[in-house]
């Protein structure tokens, strides 16, 4: 989330559509993050140090 610039799990949560609950499953190990949604983190991932650079 740091990387990302997300200070909530609401924010992430808001950002790529999903609960916040679900965010927290995924932080806390309780669940699997979804191929199609851990692919779409490492784009915004490469986006955002795009914009760092």
Do not use: C, Y
Not at 8 to 31: C, F, K, P
């Amino acid at each position: 989330m740091d990387d990302l610039n997300f200070r909530t799990q609401n924010a992430l949560a808001q950002s790529i559509g999903v609960d916040r609950s679900t965010v927290s499953l995924w932080l806390e190990g309780r669940v699997g993050v979804p191929r199609p949604i851990a692919k779409l983190v490492r784009l915004m991932l490469v986006h955002a140090s795009r914009e760092d650079s």
